[in-house]
């Protein structure tokens, strides 16, 4: 893709903090980091989401992800890591090329993941079930 940032990434036109590199993805330290040692990790060709990605791609950067996880968490010795993918804008994707993060997180970091009020609300089985039903038949 012309204007994607990262794209110009993984084919060198800009400079980046490279991690790891292989023929299908390069994973490189954030430019405006949560935490120390803060990755992303994407697929070299064009992907806007993981809905778009090719499977192989997908189940490469999982595997990829998994390992670079130990090696920053070793790395920063962080207590944990958190892990997102957004999907679209509505989910909070700003760079719409599909990308992983790795956020090293440490007690008392300040970084939060917060669940709205409605999550306390136990839902009725019946209403998760139909859910579950209308979900399954999409599979």
Known sequence: MENCIFCKI?????????????E???????????NEGHTLVIPKKHFV?????????AKHLIVVLKRLNISV?????????????????????????LHFHIIPRFKDDGFGFRFPKSYEIKRERKMLDEIAARIRKEI
């Open 49 to 57: 989401t993981l809905d778009d990605c090719d499977e192989e791609v």
């Open 73 to 97: 968490c070793k790395a920063v010795n962080c207590e944990g890591i958190f892990n997102a993918v957004m999907n679209g804008e509505s989910a909070g994707q700003e760079v719409f090329h």
């Open 24 to 34: 299908d993805v390069i994973a490189f330290l954030d430019i405006k980091p949560v």
């Open 10 to 22: 993984a084919n060198k036109e800009l400079p980046s903090s490279i991690l790891y590199e292989d």
